[in-house]
């Protein structure tokens, strides 16, 4: 299998992570859905990162359907089957899909383009997304499943991408220590947030 994008993509990272987690061997190619649109719309015409190149050639994307053919040919599962653990990683990736959409507001509309309604609105939500999640993780043991793995890697994403003021540390400790304790983990420095290439086995 061969996994494209870039790891400094939270669902690109989510996918890496996972994959290892499973025990799935993979190859990485980064390549830049901005940059590198002409070499990844040959992989994927859709150009949408993760892209995952299945051993029989067939191209899947979205890192959430990717996760699922992968625990299918892991025979086992990384996200807990209760409605609790499946709330979890949706606050997490609702407030992974908002941040990208901030990075985006910022980084990819022209700046008299830039709507500050819509950004007010993405960002209440971002906020919103991230102090319930952080206040359903705690006294939640840190673990790399679905639930971990995801908050971590989108919280880490949106500390890198966004000021200290938009998303204080100190007022989401749970996410904090969940972050600080997973980018310690083999799985998350084989696969660190950047333009870097996952090593392959």
Not at 72 to 96: F, V
Not at 175 to 194: D, M
Request: with cysteine; charged share 20%; aromatic share 6%.
């Amino acid at each position: 299998m061969e996994l494209i994008g870039m790891l400094d993509s939270p669902y690109v990272r989510r996918v890496a992570i996972a994959l290892q987690r499973l025990g799935l061997p993979f190859t990485h190619r980064s390549v830049s859905v901005f940059r590198g649109i002409a070499e990844f719309r040959q992989i994927n015409p859709v150009v949408k990162a993760p892209t995952l190149v299945c051993d029989d050639g067939t191209v899947l994307m979205d890192s959430t359907l990717i996760l699922q053919y992968a625990e299918t040919l892991a025979g086992r599962r990384l996200q807990p089957a209760d409605a609790r653990s499946i709330r979890l990683t949706g606050l997490a990736l609702a407030a992974c899909e908002k941040s990208v959409q901030i990075v985006y507001e910022h980084h990819v509309r022209p700046p008299e383009k830039l709507h500050e309604p819509w950004l007010a609105r993405v960002t209440e939500q971002m906020r919103t997304a991230y102090r319930l999640l952080d206040a359903e993780l705690k006294g939640r043991p840190p673990q790399l499943d679905d639930v971990g793995l995801t908050a971590a890697t989108a919280w880490f994403f949106s500390q890198q991408m966004h000021s200290p003021e938009l998303l204080p540390a100190a007022e989401h400790p749970a996410l904090a220590a969940l972050s600080a304790w997973a980018e310690a983990q083999p799985e998350f420095r084989a696969a660190p947030h950047g333009e870097g290439v996952y090593p392959s086995a």
